[in-house]
């Protein structure tokens, strides 16, 4: 997902808040994939909704920053791929919010299903979560992936990865020890 910034002018701060536009990139085997759901919410409520078309791309602008700030999920899907999450705070102190214009970088891989059921099943327990986190980080002036968070994730998701390409029995052995460790 690639985030940039627009600040309209240098108004006073109480006058005139940043703005985030996102813009993104839905890809699957090193290719945009077309069709793609992706749906912006908001503060728990759906906010907008696109279907990305043949290159994966999407934009959400105009995505209001402030001291307040609200919260976004950015819910990425397609029929035979697993759904992604990714978690978006646009809280910005209020001396931050002139002088910043956030730009985000960043692709979404889908990957398809598994067609075991018990791989699919514990798969989709590690990624009912946002697989990534991102806010603004008030020591650096920047947006900032939360990297903690995103080691703990990938780990549980290397550990599947492990579990995917073992034999059926080692597979069965490391899914029950896998679930133990939760």
Do not use: M
């Not at 002018?9 to 069709?35: F, M, N, W």
């Not at 956030?102 to 697989?131: C, G, N, Q, R, Y």
């Amino acid at each position: 997902i690639s985030v940039t910034g627009v600040q309209t002018c240098a108004l006073p701060i109480s006058q005139e808040p940043g703005y985030l536009t996102i813009k993104g990139k839905v890809v699957c085997d090193d290719a945009g994939l077309s069709g793609a759901k992706v749906i912006l919410i908001k503060n728990g409520t759906k906010a907008d909704e696109q279907i990305t078309k043949s290159q994966g791309r999407f934009t959400f602008a105009e995505l209001i920053l402030s001291p307040k700030g609200d919260e976004y999920i950015i819910k990425i899907s397609k029929a035979g791929h697993v759904t992604l999450k990714q978690w978006l705070s646009t809280k910005v102190p209020a001396n931050k919010l002139i002088k910043y214009y956030p730009v985000w970088t960043d692709e979404v891989e889908l990957f398809k299903k598994v067609s075991a059921l018990e791989k699919e099943k514990t798969l989709i327990s590690i990624l009912k979560k946002p697989i990534s986190k991102f806010s603004f980080n008030s020591r650096t002036g920047e947006f900032a992936d939360d990297l903690a968070y995103f080691s703990t994730i990938k780990a549980r998701i290397e550990r599947l990865f492990n579990i995917l390409e073992a034999d059926e029995r080692e597979q069965y052995r490391l899914i029950v020890a896998y679930r133990l460790k939760k």
